[in-house]
């Protein structure tokens, strides 16, 4: 697995998933790193950086219910739960299915606990009340009561996955806010995190500048004499804008 630059997890804590999609555009040509129909199921609690674990759901098939039993030791979602690193983001493929709900909230207690600062889904959670009053961010479809095992059954874990449209391997850097998830690839999370970083300090000088009149035209998307306004803004100490 492609080692991480010390400071990468720190800086794109401070890039909007909105910029990474952007640079991942500029920076590799990927235009699918989103996954759909997935939102944050509490705004306030929302935003999240970390390595991702992943879990994958298939079609539930009756006779063998007894391997969705969270008791038993070789159960992956116990398994992700219990083997994943501090820092990690658990990444659920449901296939869509939104049947039952793929983590309650206390598997999701137990997550807090052991570290794991993310959870997302392409299905549905479920303990809607107890789960947005705790401090785990979790991105998903929607809420419904039964349980993820109505319809599902967790076999594998830490493989490559689908979530919402998008490939997933163990180990991509997720990324979550209030307008969705991004899925880096973890060889590119480096770059990203450094040109993401930059884009996020040059909109903000942007912006300050429309706030305070600048016409659109010529300024915004930056070109040249944008770029030149900003770096010499930069290189004075950033003084205020007023």
Excluded at 88 to 93: F, G, K, Q, R
Aim: negative net charge; charged residues 20%.
């Amino acid at each position: 697995m492609t080692d991480l630059a010390p400071e990468t997890l720190a800086k794109l804590r401070h890039v909007s998933t909105a910029t990474l999609t952007s640079q991942l555009i500029k920076v590799a040509g990927l235009r699918s790193r989103s996954p759909r129909d997935i939102r944050p199921l509490n705004m306030n609690k929302s935003r999240f950086v970390g390595p991702a674990v992943t879990l994958r759901y298939a079609p539930l098939r009756e006779d063998l219910e007894k391997m969705a039993n969270l008791a038993a030791q070789e159960n992956p979602t116990r398994r992700a739960i219990e083997e994943s690193q501090p820092g990690s983001v658990i990444v659920i493929d449901a296939g869509g299915d939104i049947g039952g709900g793929a983590v309650g909230d206390i598997l999701a207690a137990r997550m807090i606990y052991r570290g794991i600062v993310g959870l997302v889904t392409d299905g549905a959670m479920r303990d809607a009340g107890p789960l947005m009053a705790m401090d785990l961010p979790v991105h998903a479809r929607t809420f419904t009561p039964p349980p993820h095992t109505v319809s599902l059954l967790a076999v594998g874990l830490n493989e490559p996955v689908g979530c919402g449209g998008v490939l997933v391997f163990p180990g991509d850097i997720v990324v979550g806010d209030e307008d969705g998830v991004v899925i880096i690839p973890r060889h590119l999370a480096d770059k990203v995190a450094v040109s993401g970083l930059e884009q996020e300090q040059v909109e903000a000088y942007i912006k300050r500048r429309v706030e305070l009149g600048e016409p659109i035209a010529g300024f915004y998307p930056a070109g040249d004499r944008t770029m030149a306004d900003y770096h010499a803004w930069v290189a004075a100490g950033r003084p205020s804008l007023g």
